[in-house]
């Protein structure tokens, strides 16, 4: 049995796949193997990974039609024969000791999963690597269960909403699958990797932070979502993954819900502010409907918010055009958004859009709500 498994998820990277193999397959750690999983590309990333494999038999390809990310990584994580687990995209790199010293500490810690500091890499206009201290020195400091060991719902909050970084972690392979704990399979989505992470932190026995940066995070890969209106709700499709997750699981339920509706709120305040201007309107009348929603239930609660937060959440809920003007005031100083009303919001391209998109899915929402009123 290997003692890692290295997943590598490919979708035509042909300008970056070398640099990553190549930190992976000289990695200090020789006991490993090595799963890329073709997502069905179209450009000559098929034919690297073939070179590859014929040259060093731990690496294992496989070709598969196009079905998306959580797709390939749950192949590649049912593949995998590694005591652990590790994940390297394949635009990115790692530094050559990355996996035997992660291996070593999570066996010597006897850990479910370890997760480590990482550099975000700019290749252009010259190439730089800014190492991200994410983890201060206390929480790296011991062993912890998410679940219990914290011991106020702030600094619980503080620990899930660290950026689900799982590219810079490895997984006890056995913790993985006794959980359950699978990669959610929009077709063509994005975000996979919130709702996995949660479903770890909410499973997991013995974690450990690790100070040390070993990814080369990439930066500059133009292929960016910012732009898709496809992906524009790829986020709000994860949170519903872990609302079932927890619906399953009503032991994590009680003390996770409210968590996972602050994590929600900024999960969708990084959304809206990154987004195109064109779509910013449309996810945010989205996302007043859901937390209306979410509030009615009974599932937000302000013990998990800080106070501007809160009032920022109800701005939103109670007027989503009113805080869109005013956010676009900010941007657009001095431009004719300034003099405008909330008619102009109104009247606008984008409200009505995103008011033709959302009427329906409100309507459902509103219908479900109704009944389960009655």
């Not at 909330?342 to 391209?349: A, C, D, F, L, P």
């Amino acid at each position: 049995m290997p003692k890692v498994s290295i997943v590598v998820p490919v979708y035509n990277v042909e300008k970056y796949l070398e640099q990553c193999l190549e930190s992976i397959v000289n990695q200090t750690l020789k006991d490993i193997e090595i799963i890329c999983v073709d997502d069905g590309s179209t450009d000559k990333s098929g034919e690297i990974l073939d070179k590859y494999a014929a040259d060093d038999a731990r690496v294992k390809v496989i070709h598969k039609k196009n079905s998306g990310y959580g797709n390939s990584m749950n192949i590649g994580f049912d593949a995998a024969q590694g005591e652990y687990i590790g994940i390297i995209e394949s635009d990115d790199y790692a530094e050559l000791n990355m996996f035997e010293s992660l291996y070593d500490c999570a066996v010597e810690n006897r850990l479910d999963v370890l997760k480590s500091e990482y550099f975000y890499y700019y290749s252009i206009p010259m190439e730089r690597n800014e190492k991200q201290d994410v983890f201060s020195p206390v929480m790296c400091s011991r062993v912890f269960k998410p679940m219990t060991d914290f011991e106020s719902k702030m600094e619980m909050v503080e620990f899930f909403n660290i950026k689900p970084t799982i590219w810079s972690s490895i997984y006890r392979k056995d913790f993985i699958r006794e959980n359950g704990i699978r990669f959610n399979e929009t077709p063509g989505a994005s975000f996979q990797d919130a709702s996995f992470n949660f479903k770890v932190w909410a499973c997991a026995e013995r974690v450990k932070l690790y100070p040390e940066a070993f990814l080369h995070y990439r930066q500059d890969n133009e292929n960016s979502s910012v732009n898709s209106k496809g992906k524009l709700y790829c986020v709000c499709d994860e949170y519903e993954e872990m609302q079932r997750f927890l619906d399953m699981h009503p032991e994590k339920k009680g003390r996770l819900e409210g968590v996972k509706s602050r994590i929600k709120f900024d999960s969708y305040m990084w959304n809206y502010v990154r987004v195109s201007p064109k779509y910013k309107f449309i996810f945010l009348d989205r996302m007043s409907e859901e937390f209306k929603e979410d509030l009615a239930k009974g599932v937000v609660e302000k013990d998990y918010f800080e106070w501007y937060k809160w009032e920022t959440l109800h701005e939103i809920m109670n007027n989503p055009a009113d805080y869109y003007l005013k956010a676009r005031m900010e941007e657009l100083k001095g431009d004719e958004l300034r003099v405008n009303s909330v008619e102009h919001i109104k009247n606008s391209y984008t409200y009505k859009i995103g008011s033709a998109i959302t009427y329906i899915p409100r309507k459902i929402r509103r219908s479900i709500r109704n009944v389960i009123g009655k």
